[in-house]
């Protein structure tokens, strides 16, 4: 099989001028983790009694370890950003009939998604479609993918399409499974 490179990287080297990869902000998981601190603070610098104190430090330590954790795990997401417009593309995917996949492929190879119309989602094949979609329908990036054993392989190249062309996607995701 040919090594073919997988959506997510295709996106975040910027092969396409018109989509960027954004980190994720974790500045609303760093004040929750403050908070959490200031309630420890405030806990132990208070005079009240000992139930409702240690409910409160329980409370604080949580706050401060969700928030930490959260803020060091988001900082290492990404997510990708139709440049011209300023919308967030949303990653989706759909299980399609396995019987289906050569004619996507080749409908994604010719550039006819049309076809896509013609196809209806299942709950669950060795054949997945990953989807980035505004929610306009103004750009969508897609890539079929097949489970070999228990790895998830790229079966063609991604394709990036915009506005009418990119309108079947659209509807055929909100078809859902």
Not at 67 to 75: D, L, M, N, Y
Not at 117 to 136: A, C, I
Not at 152 to 169: D, G, K, T
């Amino acid at each position: 099989m040919e090594n073919i490179q997988e959506i997510n990287e295709y996106l975040r080297s910027g092969a396409e001028k018109d989509i960027t990869a954004k980190r994720n902000n974790p500045i609303l998981w760093v004040a929750i983790g403050i908070l959490g601190i200031l309630v420890v603070v405030a806990a132990l610098s208070s005079h009240m009694h000992d139930s409702a104190q240690t409910a409160l430090l329980f409370l604080g330590v949580a706050g401060a370890a969700v928030g930490a954790t959260a803020a060091i795990v988001s900082r290492k997401g990404h997510h990708f950003v139709h440049t011209a417009t300023g919308k967030t593309l949303k990653a989706a995917k759909r299980y399609i009939p396995n019987a289906d996949k050569e004619t996507l492929r080749q409908a994604l190879a010719n550039g006819d998604l049309g076809r896509l119309g013609e196809m209806r989602p299942v709950v669950t094949s060795n054949t997945l479609l990953k989807t980035f979609t505004t929610d306009d329908g103004s750009l969508s990036a897609l890539q079929l993918f097949e489970y070999s054993g228990y790895d998830l392989q790229p079966v063609a190249p991604v394709r990036v399409v915009r506005n009418a062309e990119a309108m079947p996607v659209l509807a055929f995701l909100k078809q859902g499974a």
